[in-house]
């Protein structure tokens, strides 16, 4: 399974040295979030109003190495870091491709066009760059662009996710929306190939023409983010506030014992913003606390 790339926008994790989930024994938490700031002159990026030095990080974006002078301000990342230290940082966009078109309101990235709010500056009337974009879905179901930011360091390999809207296994290929999707060629094994279902949140790598010719494809699990501290926005609620989605994909279950900081569940609405401590309850994720911003 996939290291889960939702946007979570300040979010800690948790995890005992020496965790399985890590291969570097230094590394006893991760936090998956954005980057506030970066000091070149100190090879260090601020997180959570935690500084951390990036002199011994291995810095990633889909298993590709990234040179930490790449870093901007308003990217999300996971980093596994202990006492000041960023052991590894994976950048965790949504989208990169090739910016067709770009101006001070939409971009077009592998044939898609998404509204942001004239923050693709220096992007405007360009047609060539490579670009990351960062955001999440939200309650529509239409993407919140929060950041864009040139990747003209990156291979040329293309990135999208989002949910499986429909699906023809004979033909190997899936919709995302519009967006077509040919897997024949992605590695994938038998498990992974029983995940593919529609409504199923997929991360696809490849190559983007007219479709998207896929070389992986990786199905999210929920659960994955499990013992993980998880900052997002509330994309849908039920009516008697018992489950909840994070950014139009992480369904969470809320519970008599959940417990409420600087606000009390009553509060709890779509559009709210809020930190939450998530924990595996028995193959179910449920929140543990809930803290609003």
């Not at 849908?236 to 417990?259: F, P, Q, S, W, Y």
Request: charged fraction near 25%; hydrophobic fraction near 40%; proline fraction near 1%.
């Amino acid at each position: 399974m996939k290291k889960v790339a939702v946007l979570l926008l300040g979010s800690m994790v948790l995890t005992g040295c020496g965790s399985d989930e890590s291969s570097d024994s230094h590394a006893s938490s991760t936090y998956m979030g954005e980057i506030e700031s970066v000091n070149a002159h100190a090879d260090s990026m601020t997180v959570n109003a935690m500084a951390l030095s990036l002199s011994n990080a291995r810095i990633e974006l889909n298993g590709h190495y990234v040179d930490s002078t790449e870093l901007e301000p308003g990217m999300q990342v996971d980093v596994e870091y202990d006492d000041g230290i960023a052991y590894e940082v994976d950048i965790d966009p949504e989208i990169v491709g090739i910016a067709t078109l770009v101006t001070e309101s939409e971009i077009t990235v592998n044939g898609q066009v998404f509204e942001h709010a004239n923050i693709a500056k220096g992007l405007v009337g360009t047609n060539s760059n490579r670009v990351m974009l960062f955001g999440y879905i939200d309650q529509t179901g239409k993407w919140v662009i929060n950041a864009i930011h040139k990747a003209n360091f990156l291979l040329a390999e293309d990135l999208y996710e989002g949910k499986i809207t429909s699906i023809d296994k004979a033909s190997s290929h899936f919709n995302i929306g519009t967006m077509k999707v040919d897997y024949s060629n992605a590695g994938m094994d038998h498990e992974d190939l029983a995940e593919l279902k529609v409504n199923a949140w997929v991360e696809v790598e490849g190559q983007f023409s007219t479709d998207f010719k896929a070389y992986d494809v990786d199905v999210e699990d929920d659960l994955d983010l499990a013992n993980a501290e998880v900052e997002g926005y509330v994309t849908a609620l039920n009516h008697d506030k018992t489950l909840m989605t994070l950014n139009g994909k992480t369904d969470v279950v809320i519970t008599e014992n959940t417990r409420f900081e600087d606000g009390i569940k009553d509060e709890l609405k779509v559009g709210s913003r809020v930190d939450v401590d998530l924990i595996n309850n028995a193959g179910q994720l449920q929140a543990s606390e809930i803290e609003f911003d």
